[in-house]
Nanobody
Framework: QVQLVESGGGSVQAGGSLRLSCAASVITKNMAWFRQGPGKEREGVAALYTYNNGTFYADSVQGRFTISQDNARNTVYLQMNSLKREDTAMYYC???????????????????WGQGTQVTVSS
């Protein structure tokens, strides 16, 4: 059983930065960050195939967010720069039992979820 714990959320002004962390109880290979804003569906933000460091990003965050890993600490990060109000959401990390490639953004393909960390961006 994989346990995931997110941290690093908070309130920030537009244009600011935050770094989210996701600590896993075991070594994971198919990690992703999702978010769910008020009244919105959960959407994929970024994914990392830890085997070869392959990464995928949603168009809305491409160039602003970076997903990375620290294998020694079983931790995956999401560095968020140039934050916008529309980035306000609960952010979740997730792990899948297999790598889905270009389907990475589909939340129903992930087996394990963290409890979420809130990110609020104000203007």
């Amino acid at each position: 059983q994989v346990q995931l714990v997110e941290s690093g959320g908070g309130s920030v002004q537009a244009g600011g930065s935050l770094r989210l962390s996701c600590a896993a109880s075991v070594i994971t290979k198919n990690m992703a960050w999702f978010r769910q804003g008020p009244g919105k569906e959960r959407e994929g933000v970024a994914a990392l195939y830890t085997y070869n460091n392959g990464t995928f990003y949603a168009d809305s965050v491409q160039g602003r967010f970076t997903i990375s890993q620290d294998n020694a600490r079983n931790t995956v990060y999401l560095q968020m720069n140039s934050l916008k109000r529309e980035d306000t959401a609960m952010y979740y990390c997730a792990d899948a039992d297999q790598w889905w490639g270009y389907l990475w953004y589909k939340s129903n393909l992930y087996n394990y979820w963290g409890q979420g960390t809130q990110v609020t961006v104000s203007s």
